[in-house]
């Protein structure tokens, strides 16, 4: 595939696309390692929260082979709403295409027009060309100014 326009197209995912955001997930996961349900386990799952709007989930790519998970909450401070990106994935024979920025790009649009003032993700220390695409696009891991203390992420198992 070459990197045109057509390649890069984002849509927005809905129950039918099922399959296709746990295949990406599932890669994804196992990619880097992390614990995954399966295939099949995380299609029923996309596809009863994509029929109930629990999350957004965008598309690109013609297999497709990149996704991003978006997730937002009201938030008390600000009345608005936060967004969270909670996975971005592109498939790696299509990285460096410009498969993430778009899908970035059109995530940060669907959050402003849910009316979220905030988008949040977080990313690990060592992944340099994530935190290098969040950056270019205004992220930031510093509060308040560019000389803030650093922002760290924890979690914890239950």
Do not use: C, K, W
């Not at 498969?99 to 003032?117: H, I, M, Q, Y």
């Amino acid at each position: 595939m070459g990197d045109t326009d057509a390649n890069r197209e984002v849509r927005r995912a809905g129950p039918v696309d099922a399959a296709d955001a746990a295949r990406l997930m599932h890669n994804f996961n196992s990619e880097f390692s992390a614990p995954t349900p399966g295939v099949a386990v995380l299609t029923e799952r996309y596809a009863a929260l994509l029929a109930t709007d629990e999350l957004i989930v965008l598309l690109a790519g013609g297999e497709p082979d990149g996704f991003a998970q978006l997730r937002f909450r009201p938030s008390v401070i600000s009345g608005a709403l936060d967004a969270t990106l909670e996975e971005l994935y592109v498939a790696p024979p299509r990285r460096g295409d410009g498969l993430g920025r778009a899908l970035l790009e059109v995530a940060l649009d669907v959050s402003r027009a849910a009316g979220a003032t905030v988008i949040e993700l977080n990313t690990g220390e060592d992944d340099v060309a994530a935190r290098a695409l969040y950056e270019s696009l205004g992220f930031s891991n510093r509060e308040g100014d560019p000389d803030g203390p650093l922002m760290l992420f924890y979690e914890r198992e239950l």
